[in-house]
């Protein structure tokens, strides 16, 4: 559905939901990894979402397990 994914980039790029700066924090964006404002430097974490946080600390963890 290329009107929705064109209403999140839209929402995406709004500074409102840009906490910082750099926290990207909207609750009508389901994505648990939307791309960054600046796609060339991939992805980040959609704090408004429960399931992106989660996610988000079993990357962080499994990093401590294996390199910690």
């Given at each position: 559905?290329?009107?929705?994914?064109?209403?999140?980039?839209?929402?995406?790029?709004d500074s409102k939901y840009w906490k910082w700066g750099i926290f990207?924090?909207?609750?009508?964006?389901?994505?648990?990894?939307?791309?960054?404002?600046n796609p060339m430097f991939g992805w980040t974490v959609n704090f408004a979402n429960?399931?992106?946080?989660?996610l988000m600390i079993a990357i962080i963890a499994a990093i401590v397990y294996f390199f910690g």
């Open positions: 559905m290329p009107e929705i994914e064109d209403k999140q980039q839209n929402d995406q790029d990207y924090y909207n609750p009508n964006d389901k994505r648990l990894l939307p791309p960054k404002r429960p399931f992106s946080i989660l």
